[in-house]
């Protein structure tokens, strides 16, 4: 039964998921500040550097195979510096595991349930998070498998009955984006959607088998996900206008309010946020695995990860409720020092280890390592 | 204050089920791990209940970022 | 008191446990006699009939119980074939010998070598003839005591298909499996589960169809079980089944001979229990029990649509209350105006929130359930027709229900039986409680999460090693065939097996 591996439908599934995840509420509003009617050209630049930056997390997968991203720490790095490496990497994600809770619950606050107070949504989703990692990362990947029609058919439902209000017009005029202005946007979506899959998914690497349709199915979650965001985009720009779209806290959900089918089928915004309530959760609980694994790992106790979620539940919940103190802050730490993070998690420290495992290699088994696979030649 | 107590008691219970499954098996390092940071949570809720400010690991981020940070403004990587 | 197995061979070998009194039968039959007397302290229905042995004078006891034998057979098979003198016997032979190759004119006949074995088929049905001088007896089957007779089954009707239903009876219903599959690879194995009631459990199977690793499974775990006695098959559906906790059925059953049929051709295993209609099948999944087995008997495109209707209808058993309660407490925006204008007029003389309504509703209507199938079938269609109509019809008067509440848990309980298993309902009935408990406390967020993690409970189940919710989750392609929709024959009959999922 649970044999600890995933299908390569079932990575797909988590990856596409995991991108969409906090994105889908919050990207294009960024990116319409930034280049107004040209938003979704940023978004579909930024798609196609993010697959090509998960290509590059493959390289460092493929080389590293049955050790999750903490024992490649302590392999590459010596056992102390790996697992101080390790349990930095773990506290990073406690504090994004923390903003996506709190992505979710103001949501859920603001737009949907007003009167309740923000401790019971933040302790409602948490449970159910910690909940998830217990039952075990094949169980979770099953259930992203079940709810990925689902997803795939609100889309669908909110595409359709969207189109009435679709205007063409406010696209007009193209191409009327400068170069720093894409540059700017494309790193935006890079750094909130495909960076942080590094550290996450590395996390979870003992349970993935490399061969050539895991890694396809891999590319293809990225590119599809990030392709259903350039449509959202593309429509949250013709619904709403440019201008709108980049003053809204949560423009899709704007838009998804205007839904209106024959005087009948309106005020059904709920049933669509429920899309963004199933992507961030698959999101979160990856996070919380990382995070789980990553402090098991680095104390030693890498069996008894699953025993942790109740605490390191409990340190992610009381976070989330004063880590963005207002709105201004978020917008600026957001746009700021995640920006500066994402790189360094998302780029640098790859990278880092990209070249130890190659150096590594070179020099041949090693006391204490396990024999490395050197891929399938020079990256 | 009254949803920190309950959390707290409901922390609390959990951990007690939990330690004594995870002490009955012998895996002392897990509960060691475990119940540091279950007192921590703990804490945190119990001085946030009394109205106590919490430091903000946010914060110490965009400290030791600062640096990149100005770096990448100054290259017109993002704009705040 | 000690209970220890033999090993089991695996065609037709009878497992028995070693009782205390594991005596050897004596050489003197008075002795024997004498002790199966006392044994059975007596007891009237146990005939012992002393005679001669024709054939060499001997005296012997033919021993049986009156009411599980045919007496017929009895008195024509074996008295008369015992007693007369037969024509051609060499001289100088094992009485045992002459008996069996010459005189008993009787079908099965076994050899019984110690008092066990005596008592066991005895009080089986069987009759034992005991002969002076010899310490092996004989054990010929003569089997006939009153069954119920192959009638109709009262719980799973169907439209089009056989009508026939399993007895209490073992072998009538191994016969009416074998009518259907008449191939020599249906297997079975026979076991005798519980200390004292010694029942007989039998396990069928199609050799080559099934999988090895499955069939084994099913067998170690039939043979560890120890307890005292067993009366229905979900006393050892209990035994069996994976130990996890769980709401939900692992172990499917019927009791009729088409579906099992079936489903021994798809590979799995049947497990026949002496004494119940009721035939468990190994391993089962969850779509096992939203399937019916006239989907099969029917065309293609109803069946497909009934089937996805069916799903349906899971659904709202399990979220109807729960959906109710959420939108009208928390999201009211989400009803057109129409409807919210006429649901508040309802509600407003209502004293309870909706929540304590639907919960009483769903309550009062779980007690009428229960009353239902208690009651003598003459007053009990009657009242509980009138019952439930009267008592809400009353109750919304009163202005203690709103009627959108009477109805919505009306559908929801005739949503409940549109799939045909009893187990997968009932286990929807206890769900539906924390659920509209989730949505009375945190409205549809609740109810999503709760979803969320019953999605996920159900993906860490297994039967038999099979993952619980295939093949949806890990998702096969090539199974989806007989999911959902149902494909024509040509494309399903192809050996549908269940897997095991292998490292």
């Keep these: 039964m649970n044999d600890g591996t995933l299908t390569a439908r079932q990575l797909m599934i988590l990856v596409i998921f995991f991108i969409i995840g906090t994105t889908i509420l919050v990207v294009p509003s960024t990116l319409a500040a930034e280049a107004k009617q040209g938003a979704w050209l940023l978004q579909l630049g930024g798609t196609v550097a993010g697959t090509l930056v998960l290509w590059f997390y493959m390289l460092i997968f493929k080389r590293n195979t049955e050790q999750n991203l903490f024992e490649m720490n302590e392999r590459l790095f010596g056992r102390l510096p790996g697992k101080a490496v390790s349990l930095l990497v773990a506290v990073l994600t406690i504090v994004f595991a923390s903003q996506v809770l709190f992505y979710i619950g103001s949501f859920i606050r603001t737009q949907i349930m007003p009167d309740t107070p923000m401790e019971a949504i933040h302790v409602l989703f948490m449970f159910a998070v910690v909940a998830g990692v217990k039952f075990g990362l094949v169980t979770m990947a099953r259930t992203a498998e079940i709810y990925f029609p689902w997803v795939l058919l609100l889309f669908i439902f909110f595409l359709f009955f969207i189109i009435p209000d679709i205007r063409v017009n406010q696209l007009m005029p193209l191409s009327e984006v400068e170069g720093m202005s894409f540059v700017r946007g494309t790193l935006a979506v890079v750094t909130y959607s495909y960076f942080p899959l590094f550290i996450t998914f590395a996390a979870m690497h003992r349970s993935i088998p490399w061969q050539k349709s895991m890694q396809r199915a891999y590319l293809i979650g990225g590119f599809v996900s990030g392709s259903m965001l350039v449509v959202l985009v593309l429509v949250s720009t013709m619904v709403l206008g440019p201008m709108n779209t980049a003053v809204q806290v949560y423009p899709t959900y704007v838009v998804a309010r205007k839904i209106n089918v024959g005087d009948f089928l309106q005020r059904v915004e709920v049933i669509v946020a429920f899309l963004w309530f199933i992507v961030i959760y698959f999101k979160l609980t990856l996070y919380f695995h990382a995070i789980v694994t990553g402090v098991a790992q680095t104390f030693g106790i890498a069996k008894q990860a699953k025993s942790l979620g109740v605490p390191l539940g409990l340190l992610v919940f009381v976070l989330s409720l004063y880590i963005y103190p207002n709105y201004v802050y978020l917008k600026k730490w957001d746009t700021l020092t995640w920006t500066s993070e994402s790189l360094i998690l998302g780029v640098v420290y790859p990278s880092v280890l990209l070249a130890a495992t190659i150096v590594r290699a070179k020099w041949g088994k090693k006391s204490g390592g396990q024999p490395i696979d050197s891929g399938e030649g020079a990256s | ?80 | ?503």
């Design chain 3, 1 to 503: 008191m000690g209970n220890k197995r033999l090993a089991s061979q695996p065609n037709n070998a009878v497992t028995v446990t070693e009782a205390s009194s594991s005596t050897p039968i004596s050489a003197i039959l008075s002795d024997n006699i004498l002790s199966v007397r006392e044994g059975m302290g007596g007891s009237s229905d146990i005939i012992i009939r002393e005679s001669l042995f024709a054939a060499t004078g001997k005296p012997m006891a033919v021993l049986y119980t009156d009411g599980l034998v045919d007496v017929t057979a009895v008195n024509n098979f074996i008295l008369r074939s015992l007693m007369g003198e037969p024509e051609h016997i060499p001289a100088e032979q094992d009485p045992l010998e002459i008996m069996k190759a010459y005189t008993l004119a009787i079908g099965e006949v076994k050899q019984v070598d110690d008092m066990a074995k005596v008592f066991h088929h005895i009080l089986s049905g069987d009759t034992v003839i005991l002969i002076e001088g010899s310490v092996s007896g004989i054990a010929a089957s003569t089997k006939g005591w009153k069954d119920r007779g192959v009638s109709e089954t009262s719980v799973e009707t169907v439209v089009r298909g056989p009508r026939e239903s399993f007895t209490e009876s073992i072998r009538t219903n191994t016969a009416l499996i074998r009518r259907k599959i008449k191939d020599p690879n249906l297997w079975i194995e026979t076991f005798q589960i519980g200390d004292i009631t010694k029942t007989d459990v039998m396990m069928m199977y199609v050799n080559g169809v099934a999988q090895p690793t499955l069939i084994g499974e099913v067998r170690s775990r039939l043979k560890q079980i120890t307890i005292d006695g067993i009366f229905e098959s979900s006393n050892i559906e209990e035994m069996i089944q994976d130990q996890q906790m769980t709401v939900f059925p692992t172990l499917y059953n019927s009791e009729r001979p088409d579906v099992i049929a079936l489903e021994l051709l798809h590979g799995k295993v049947a497990v026949l229990v002496d004494g119940t209609p009721f035939v468990l099948v190994a391993p089962a999944l969850f779509e096992s029990f939203l399937k019916a087995s006239e989907d099969y008997y029917h065309r293609i495109d109803i069946s497909s649509l009934v089937r996805v209707l069916r799903y349906i209808g899971f659904l709202i058993a399990l979220l109807a209350p729960s959906l109710f309660v959420a939108i009208t407490t928390y999201h009211q925006e989400m009803v057109p105006t129409q409807l919210l204008i006429s649901l508040s007029a309802q509600r407003e003389g209502v004293p309870f929130p909706a929540f304590i309504e639907a919960l009483m509703m769903e309550i009062t209507f779980e007690v009428l359930r229960e009353a239902a199938l208690r009651m003598p079938r003459t007053i009990g269609s009657a009242l509980s027709f009138v019952g439930t109509l009267v008592i809400g019809q009353a109750a919304v008067e009163a202005g203690i229900i709103s009627a959108a509440m009477v109805i919505v848990v009306a559908i929801t309980a005739i949503c409940s039986f549109v799939f045909p298993s009893y187990d997968l309902s009932s286990a929807i009935r206890i769900l539906r409680f924390p659920l509209m408990a989730l949505a009375a406390s945190f409205g549809l967020i609740g109810v999503f999460i709760g979803m969320l993690l019953l999605v996920m409970h159900l993906n860490s189940l297994q039967s038999f090693g099979v993952p619980y919710l295939s093949p949806f989750s890990p998702f096969e392609f090539d199974k989806q065939k007989d999911a959902f929709f149902r494909f024509p024959f040509k494309a399903l009959f192809n050996r549908i097996r269940v897997e095991k999922k292998t490292r």
């Design chain 2, 1 to 80: 204050m009254i949803t920190a107590s309950i959390l707290l008691g409901l922390s609390c219970l959990v951990g007690a089920v939990e330690l004594t499954r995870l002490w009955t098996k012998k895996h002392k390092r897990t509960v060691a791990v475990y119940a540091a940071v279950l007192i921590m949570g703990n804490a945190m809720i119990v001085l946030r209940g009394l109205g106590i400010a919490l430091p903000n690991p946010a914060d110490w981020l965009t400290a030791a970022l600062t640096p990149l940070n100005n770096m990448l403004l100054h290259l017109g990587l993002i704009e705040s």
